[in-house]
């Protein structure tokens, strides 16, 4: 087994954002002391302190640092030490007001809320430099400190920058990416509506425009973006790294993140971190949390990850904040850790009296340690130190269903067949088809090495480049089984619709070309006819012709009356699958029982509700179970429930909205 990402800390890490900048010195020694309750052992400190610790350019003042510091050390709480650089201090809007970040409509960004100014401006870069070092200078030989977490959530609350700085190392970027104007012109299409450039000045940035930009430049843009949020990374990375030796994160946003490609930005780390928040609208919001938390392992390569921030209760920045009832953090944190985490972590400690997250749930909430919420904090920091044996166990699946932000962000761009189809909503329909049916999943990107993996589902890979769509045939050739969702193969890389139609780069392995994308209107719906059982499909439809594939679902009704819906083509040692509609969760269940027959999948048969992960130890399985359902559940185990310490012996009963974990001896066989 690899080393541990974070070596310096044992256990599960629990804690959170801890923010005492904002508390006067006599509430440290309350907080220390809950901390200690709560089995607290890691804490993010200074994220949001640039003002602190440098009140004055170049000016620093460590001494509340110091103290804090060795405060939690003497408490046994180790430190995930922030760099404060998601909210640069006033000096730096005042003395650097080319710096600022300008909206696509013109809006100045100015001080007065959080969010970095350009990261394209060089004073930015080196006032993030200097802040960076100076903390490691003075901090990596402290024994608190036993992780760096740079910046905060890259990509928010803003990314696009159209300032001149922005404006000018754009240019810099396609001379470099793409060399000469030629090729520049030939990759956007400029030829459409008379966009050519003879100047590299001439070259814009996707602002505001009369009518759409330029699709292929937006998705450049995009690219460009997020390679500037990271180049700000590395500065602050490398400065640290100058002096100090400790593992450096930065926190990711997963499926909830849009601007930054997590399967680059986790080269670039050395603990992949993630935070993550329920979307209140959303009734099965615990799924997309599954979800969250696969694609976070699946960015981290399967290695140990943390799991940096959720909340207690209720969140504040949605439109109607749901608190959280009693449990509910458990499940939460235990479906987190069954899929890999080995740190649970908050925003934040205690609950801030002022500013914009006042009503924003915390481990200390306002009402005080006298309070369910902290009482339930004190609960499963507990709990979290009777699994520590969790740590460095990994989960492992055969399943994957890509993932690929390039191709989301070129998705999401104006003017397409029907906005009512979406990437995300496609990976959520199919994820939560494979989560309802018990079926772990891995996330991968379409050009990944996905030859351990027993099937292979592609929703709406709208954006595939000709070896993406290479590896998938290759994939099937060599005996494994895709399924494709509609919309998928559509464009290159740089937007441009396949040489040969829709799908065409994918049409050795599925046996169907599409000829039209057939979309419905608003409420529409028509009928999908599987060999006898018939399902509801709205959104779209296609005009699929087969070359070689066998029909395994018919439209009934709708534009595609009549035509291909499902089907299914043997190629090589493999199946391609290809559902030409966007089915809901229900709709896929008959289609996914041919797709696991074919690809040897077998769902393990827990009552629906019933989340069970395996994490593999050296020598035993560890069965995370979270039951979300309001009715107790059995499932067949054996060994030991450790958070009772109760043996199982073949049959284990999990009271309803409780969690579990079920440690199996190798030797004793598994427990699914
Ligand atoms: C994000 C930020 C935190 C805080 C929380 C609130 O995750 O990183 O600073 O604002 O949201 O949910």
């Known amino acids: 087994m690899t080393a541990h990402p974070w070596p310096l800390l044992d256990g599960i890490a629990y804690g959170g954002d801890y923010n005492p900048e904002q508390w006067s010195r006599d509430v440290w020694d309350e907080d220390v002391a809950l901390m200690r309750k709560a089995g607290v052992n890691l804490v993010s400190v200074g994220i949001f302190s640039w003002a602190m610790l440098e009140p004055r350019e170049g000016e620093f003042d460590f001494s509340w640092l110091d103290e804090l510091l060795d405060l939690l050390h003497a408490n046994g709480v180790a430190v995930d030490l922030g760099t404060p650089t998601a909210a640069p201090p006033a000096w730096f809007y005042a003395t650097y007001p080319d710096a600022r970040v300008v909206t696509a409509d013109g809006t100045v960004l100015g001080f007065g809320s959080r969010g970095m100014v350009s990261h394209s401006a060089p004073e930015y870069r080196t006032a993030i430099a200097r802040v960076a070092g100076e903390l490691a200078r003075r901090y990596a030989e402290h024994p608190a400190v036993v992780l760096w977490h740079v910046h905060n959530e890259y990509g928010a609350p803003v990314s696009d920058d159209f300032s001149p700085r922005a404006v000018a190392a754009w240019r810099e970027w396609l001379r470099e990416r793409y060399g000469s104007l030629d090729a520049l012109n030939a990759a956007w299409g400029t030829a459409f509506w008379g966009q050519v450039v003879r100047e590299w000045d001439h070259v814009v940035a996707p602002a505001a425009t009369a009518s759409i930009a330029n699709p292929s430049t937006k998705l450049d843009w995009a690219r460009f973006t997020d390679e500037q949020l990271r180049a700000c990374f590395r500065i602050e990375r490398d400065a640290i790294r100058a002096h100090a030796t400790q593992p450096v994160t930065t926190n990711f946003m997963a499926h909830q993140n849009y601007n930054t490609d997590l399967w680059r930005w986790a080269q670039e780390v050395d603990v992949v971190s993630d935070d993550h928040y329920l979307w209140s609208p959303d009734p099965d919001a615990h799924v997309g949390l599954a979800l969250s938390a696969d694609l976070t392992r699946s960015v981290a390569g399967g290695r140990p990850w943390m799991l940096m921030e959720h909340s207690t209760s209720a969140v504040n920045w949605q439109g109607r904040n749901i608190a959280k009832r009693p449990g509910e953090m458990h499940r939460n944190a235990f479906t987190h850790l069954g899929r890999g985490a080995d740190a649970i972590m908050f925003f934040q400690w205690r609950a801030s009296r002022s500013g914009a997250e006042k009503f924003h749930s915390a481990m200390l ?308």
């Open 365 to 672: 909430p306002h009402a005080g340690a006298s309070s369910r919420v902290f009482r339930e904090v004190v609960d499963l920091g507990a709990r979290l130190a009777a699994v520590e044996e969790l740590r460095g166990t990994q989960v492992r699946a055969d399943v994957a269903v890509l993932y690929d932000w390039e191709s989301l962000w070129a998705q999401d761009l104006e003017w397409r067949p029907s906005d009512a189809l979406g990437f995300r909503e496609r990976v959520r329909a199919y994820y939560e088809r494979l989560w309802r049916d018990g079926v772990t999943v891995d996330l991968a990107h379409p050009e990944h090495d996905l030859s351990r993996y027993r099937l292979v589902v592609a929703p709406a890979s709208y954006l595939l480049t000709q070896a993406a769509a290479a590896n998938l045939t290759a994939y099937v050739e060599a005996g494994g089984t895709l399924l494709v969702s509609c919309f998928s193969g559509v464009v290159d890389e740089h937007d441009a619709v396949h040489v040969g139609g829709f799908g065409a780069p994918l049409r050795t392995a599925l046996g169907v070309a599409v000829e039209e994308f057939l979309p419905m209107r608003e409420g529409e719906t028509c009928a999908v006819d599987l060999d006898g059982t018939e399902v509801t499909a709205d959104v779209w439809t296609e005009d699929v012709v087969l070359h070689g594939a066998e029909v395994r679902g018919t439209y009934r009704g709708g534009p595609a009356d009549g035509m291909p819906a499902v089907t299914r083509h043997r190629h090589g040692q493999g199946t391609g699958w290809y559902v030409s509609t966007a089915l809901g969760v229900d709709a896929l269940a008959p289609v996914l029982r041919g797709v696991y027959a074919d690809a040897g999948v077998v769902p393990p048969g827990h009552p629906e509700g019933l989340e069970v992960v395996t994490r593999q130890g050296g020598t035993a399985d560890f069965h995370v179970v979270v039951n979300h359902r309001a009715e107790p559940a059995e499932l067949a185990a054996s060994g030991t429930e450790l958070l009772s310490g109760a043996p199982v012996d073949g049959t284990f009963r999990v009271g309803p909205g409780d969690v579990a974990v079920i440690r199996t001896p190798r030797a004793q066989g598994g427990g699914r």
